[in-house]
Structures are given as structure tokens and as C-alpha cells.
């Protein structure tokens, strides 16, 4: 079963500084790979995905995500944070033959100082 | 833009009492799922579910859950009898379809048992 690993538990950052959030998946096959986006007290977002193409997604609010298949990686950027970008990010995957049984990181906590 | 809505917000109950979480997945949706996120941990997969059964169910989701779509619009988690480590985050989800379609997410319900 595929499974994802994050790994920062939490990040600072100060606003204008640039943002790279780790994201390693374990699954051998055609894979989806989703970045999620909780702000305190809402719901989870989804921010970007890949399902093929491109390896290079944009996602709204500015953040961007390479997949690299030999490194079995989609890391989550952004050039210049901003404090509203104070949130949990969560990465994701399910293989790419069925939506069920997506599996979450375990989170990242991004906290901007203004 | 169309969302997922959850009731309540929060819930809070005595051990051995059962809860009914509710959900109200996006209108055109034919996929529903129900997550998990114990605090401090991963979101985990709970259930899926299609076409009035359930399609995929994890290790976690044993005898004392159940889930329902008792009309054309709800969705509903039932924990027939809680205990005190079911004390978690449950998000649903919907999706339109079964492959390649991202999952969009309710609030969540925030449970406590006490």
C-alpha cells in the first residue's frame, strides 16, 4: 500500500521568504499526488494535484509542485510567503486506478511571521 | 463554489453513547468518504462510499461504525457505541468520480468523548 512521508513537522518562516515542503510517497505504480491546505479552523483545501502531464503543477495562491518520479517527490513551493499563508499543509496520494484509500502525510505546520 | 458541509462543529458525548455525524457532500458527487485525524496524527481513511454501499472500508472502520445516505443529500457516520480514543477530527469528502477526481472536503466534526 502506498504510503506518504513530510518531512518537516513544522516550519517558520518570515514573509517574503521562500517556502519548500518536503513530500515522499512509497508506491510503485501510477500514483495521484494531491497538496491539501487546512487555515486555522476551516477545512482542508485542495491546493494543487497531479494525475499526469507536466510534472510541474501550479496551484492557486502562487504555490507550485514538481513531481519527480525518480525520486518518488512532490515538493510544495512557493518564491515568497506571505503571512496568510499561516496553515497545515498536507500531501497526499492514491493510486492513480482509484480514489479510495487516499493516504495523507502526516503534516506540515507553516507558520509566516509578519 | 459548491461545498461539503458538516454538523455539528463539535461534538461532545460520554463513552459508550452513540453519535451521529452528519454530512451534506456537494450535489453532483457520487463518491463519499469519511476521514479521521486523531490529534497530532495522520488524516486517515475511514470509509468509501457508492451507489448506496459501501465500497472500501480501512481496519479502523469495525462493527461499532456504519454509515448512511438515509436521503438524497445526507451522509451520515454513526459510532454506535464511543469510546474515549474515537475522540478524534472526522472530515467527509466527495468526489464525482472514482478515478482521477480530487477529493473536496467538509469542515470536519470535531468529536470528543469523554
Known amino acids: 500500500a502506498q504510503s506518504v512521508s513530510q518531512h518537516n513537522h513544522h516550519v517558520i518562516l518570515s514573509e517574503a521568504a521562500s517556502l519548500e515542503l518536503g513530500c515522499n510517497y512509497s508506491y510503485g505504480g501510477t500514483v495521484n499526488l494531491f497538496w491539501y491546505v487546512q487555515y486555522p479552523g476551516q477545512h482542508l483545501q485542495l491546493l494543487l494535484k497531479?494525475?499526469?502531464?507536466?510534472?510541474l503543477v501550479k496551484g492557486i495562491k502562487g504555490f507550485e509542485a514538481e513531481f519527480i518520479k525518480s525520486k518518488f517527490s512532490f515538493n510544495l513551493r512557493k518564491p515568497s510567503v506571505q503571512w496568510s499563508d499561516t496553515a497545515e499543509y498536507f500531501c497526499a496520494v492514491n493510486a492513480g486506478y482509484n480514489n479510495n484509500d487516499m493516504r495523507f502525510g502526516a503534516g506540515t505546520r507553516l507558520t509566516v511571521k509578519p | 463554489e459548491p461545498e461539503v458541509t458538516q454538523t455539528p462543529s463539535h461534538q461532545v458525548t460520554q463513552m459508550g453513547q452513540e453519535v451521529i455525524l452528519r454530512c451534506v457532500p456537494i450535489?453532483?458527487?457520487?463518491?463519499f468518504y469519511w476521514y479521521r485525524q486523531i490529534l497530532g496524527q495522520k488524516v486517515e481513511f475511514l470509509v468509501s462510499f457508492y451507489n448506496n454501499e459501501i465500497s472500501e472500508k480501512s481496519e479502523i472502520f469495525d462493527d461499532q461504525f456504519s454509515v448512511e445516505r438515509p436521503d438524497g443529500s445526507n451522509f451520515t457516520l454513526k459510532i454506535r457505541s464511543t469510546k474515549l480514543e474515537d475522540s478524534a477530527m472526522y472530515f467527509c469528502?466527495?468526489?464525482?468520480?472514482?478515478?482521477?477526481?480530487?477529493?473536496?472536503f467538509g469542515n470536519g466534526t470535531r468529536l470528543t468523548v469523554t
Open positions: 469528502a466527495s468526489a464525482l468520480g472514482a478515478l482521477n477526481s480530487p477529493l473536496h
Open positions: 497531479y494525475f499526469s502531464g507536466d510534472p
Open positions: 450535489s453532483n458527487h457520487l463518491y
